[in-house]
């Protein structure tokens, strides 16, 4: 389990944060939209996924771009 807290802005609302670890684990970004949901034991978060091959084509880049040089040793 993670926790967080609310954090007010100066127009009254607020904003959670989340930890890296969790963005990470989730394969979430900033600017990701996430929908709220609520439910009788509190509040769901999910995220919206309307680019997933997009999103996916990205991440195995990012993957490629941080181990290139362990990539073409593989290749050999």
Known sequence: M????I????????AVFLPREMLDSLNLQV???LQVIETDDGFVLRPVRDDN???QINAARDVMDKYEAALRKLAK
Do not use: F, N, P
């Open 2 to 5: 993670i926790k967080t807290t």
């Open 7 to 14: 954090y007010g802005l100066e127009d009254g609302s607020g």
């Open 31 to 33: 600017g990701d939209q």
């Open 53 to 55: 091959h997009e999103r």
